[in-house]
């Protein structure tokens, strides 16, 4: 099969909704390797940010990451439990609302990580701040959760387009977050690639959502699929890696990564998810 047939084969499983960033032609020369035909680092000049084509959504999510002190993570939950209610009792107002709230099972233990969602864009992100800076009762409760808690790291991430939109699932499930640190200037690369990828893995069921950074660690990319245990996880990676081409997007993939981790994830009792 030459490699135009290879393109065009790979093309054609591509789903009608996926959506593409158009990047520099592609020369198919017979001395090319395949991997240089799709790996195309030369992006067409555009007035749009990478992060306008990749993602089509005035949404911003915030992902917290907090490493908490071994013997205070029954006080931690029970902190940010009442965080969470005093924001959505302001849920109008302030534009946000919690998307997923789990602890770790299996990777960086004592470690809780929190999925919010904000509609409005950094405007809303601006507003919130404010407030609770201003809330006597929020400010209370920050500095009791400082006490609890070994670091603390913030992101701020889009969504990809042709991702799902991270809806609740119902109980019981366990949660995987695949984290990359994507060498610069890679990023369009990725979307095109995952958009065809999540296709070989449509029937699943599997995909949560898919984030990548603005602020914060640059270059990273977060994956979270849903599980319903361990088991579960292992046949269906097994499974998709039966499906023709998902090997090949793997393939294409790896030489843009620089480092990357999973972590299992359980919900905390107040996830919207589980």
């Known amino acids: 099969m030459t490699a135009l047939n290879r393109v065009l084969c790979l093309t054609s499983a591509i789903p009608k909704n996926a959506r593409f960033i158009s990047t520099s032609a592609v020369r198919l020369n017979a001395d090319d390797g395949w991997l240089s035909k799709l790996l195309v680092r030369r992006i067409e000049p555009t007035k749009e940010s990478h992060s306008r084509m990749l993602s089509d959504k005035e949404i911003v999510y915030a992902l917290h990451t907090h490493n908490i002190r071994p013997d205070s993570v029954d006080k931690y939950l029970k902190n940010y439990k009442t965080s969470v209610e005093f924001v959505h009792s302001r849920k109008a107002e302030l534009g946000c609302e919690l998307v997923g709230s789990w602890t770790v099972s299996v990777g960086d233990m004592d470690q809780a990580l929190h999925l919010w969602r904000y509609t409005g864009g950094f405007e809303k992100i601006d507003k919130a701040k404010q407030l609770f800076r201003e809330n006597d009762d929020y400010r209370t409760l920050e500095k009791e959760r400082g006490g609890l808690v070994r670091s603390r790291h913030l992101q701020y991430l889009l969504a990809f387009s042709f991702w799902p939109n991270g809806e609740p699932r119902e109980p019981n499930n366990i949660y995987e977050i695949r984290s990359y640190s994507l060498k610069p200037g890679t990023m ?48 269906t990676r097994e499974s998709t890696w039966r499906n023709p081409g998902w090997d090949e997007c793997v393939a294409y993939t790896v030489p843009l990564i620089r480092e990357m981790h999973c972590r299992i994830l359980e919900p905390t009792e107040f996830s919207p998810t589980q």
Do not use: D, P
């Open 188 to 235: 369009i690369e990725w979307g095109n690639n995952w958009a065809r990828g999540l296709s070989y893995r449509q029937a699943q069921n599997e995909a949560f959502a898919g984030y990548f950074s603005q602020i914060g660690r640059l270059y990273n990319v977060h994956h979270i699929w849903c599980y319903k245990n361990l088991q579960a996880r292992r046949e």
